[in-house]
């Protein structure tokens, strides 16, 4: 079971965020296998696990990567070099089971199981003592080229991951009473 109260597990949510800038440090190799077993073991609809996570870790590699990543005219991205090391979701196909339902109820099941093992690897990046940045903004097919994934795949998001140099942020959220409600919208 687990040795974290639900406090501290607020405390470690309240305290994980966009980060946009890395110390130039390795990733130990036993910390980086417990973010992907925590991504490996995230729930999915009908344990479908419609996910493979890439490791992007080889430096000539991880900054191409990266140059795909941003949009320097836009000023999008341009941290992404930085980070020592990117994972790169892609998104596989759910049992034909989750399909099906995903079909039925117009819901693509396929990723919100990809968002719920995304934050799973955040939050364990936090415990780690590791930052994250979730990407969206990227030239998928570069990435696709470049890592050899199959055109019938999507390269859904690519996660920066490294050791955090800017200091904690306090959120910015909309107040509780905007987005809570009891028994009713």
Known sequence: MANITGKEMLEMIISRQSERSYYDREIEKDKLERILEAGRMSPSACNSQP????????????????VAASARELGFNIFVDQAPVLLVVVREKGKVISRVGGTLKDKDYSLIDIGIAVENICLQSVAEGLGTCIIGWFNERKVKELLGVPESKR???????????????????????????????
């Open 155 to 185: 390269a859904e998001l690519i996660i920066t991951l490294g050791y955090p140099s800017n200091p904690y942020r306090p959120k910015r959220r909309k107040n509780a009473e905007e987005v809570i409600s009891y028994n009713g919208y």
């Open 51 to 66: 996910w493979k996570f890439i490791v992007v870790n080889e430096p000539v590699l991880k900054n191409k990567i990266a």
